[in-house]
């Protein structure tokens, strides 16, 4: 079975600090797909990053960075320098054989910048 | 671009009527996924349809159901409604059957008394 775990309910930070959020996925899929989404409080998913399996090269896109791992079966997403506007719930996604093209979603960090 | 539109974005429906729910997709985007999303199971994979197909479905009972029309806009029904149902319906459109990124809409919010 496919399974994605955020064990992190809830973050809370102070502006300009650093946070990293994690997440652990399960899958006997070979070929699969992770994903990050953002759900800020006006409800729509926001489409952050989609990685392959194959692909383990670190990601960087200006304050957010994401580092996959497939020995620990992790892809755990950083927001360097949080502002404000980076509070939302936080989701990783998994897209496997065995699913088809359907995401299996973890439960989400909320994450809370505070000024 | 215009990004995924659903409609309504709220509904309040009594236990037992049906609804129906609506999904335009992106411009050249051949599938749509449907998802639940509740504070309990969290997000939820529904359906997802491509070039009118059912491609996959998720395990939710027979009381869902949906279709997708030749524009790729897409359909999705709740029949006797429980308030177990009360929910944000998502949709999201992808460029094909491969696991593309799926881009959602604002979702609709069901709320049922």
């Known amino acids: 079975a496919q399974k994605v775990t955020q064990a992190q309910t809830e973050i809370s930070v102070v502006e300009k600090e650093d946070v990293t959020l994690d997440c652990v996925y399960e899958?006997?899929?070979?070929?699969?797909?992770l994903f990050w989404y953002k759900q800020p409080p006006s409800g729509e998913l926001v489409f952050l990053i989609r990685r392959n399996s194959f692909d383990e090269q670190n990601e960087i896109s200006g304050r957010y960075s994401w580092n996959f791992q497939k020995s620990t079966s992790s892809f755990n997403f950083t927001i360097t320098a949080s502002q404000v506007v980076d509070s939302a719930v936080y989701f990783c996604a998994l897209s496997g054989n065995q699913a088809g093209t359907a995401l299996i979603f973890g439960k989400g960090t909320t994450l809370s910048v505070s000024s | 671009k215009a990004g995924v539109t659903q409609t309504p974005r709220y509904l309040i429906k009594t236990r037992g009527q049906q609804v129906t729910l609506s999904c335009s997709p992106i411009?050249?985007?051949?599938?749509v996924s449907w998802y639940q999303q509740t504070p309990g199971q969290g997000l939820q994979f529904l359906f997802e349809y491509f070039s009118e197909t059912q491609r996959n479905k998720g395990n939710f009972p027979g009381r869902f159901s949906g279709r997708q029309f030749s524009n790729s806009r897409s359909e999705m029904n709740v029949s006797t409604l429980e308030l177990g149902d009360s929910a944000l319906y998502l949709c999201?459109?992808?460029?094909?059957?491969?696991?593309?990124?799926?881009?959602f809409g604002p979702g609709t919010r069901l709320t049922v008394t």
């Open positions: 899958t006997r899929d070979t070929t699969y797909y």
């Open positions: 411009s050249g985007h051949r599938s």
């Open positions: 999201a459109s992808s460029l094909g059957t491969e696991p593309y990124e799926q881009y």
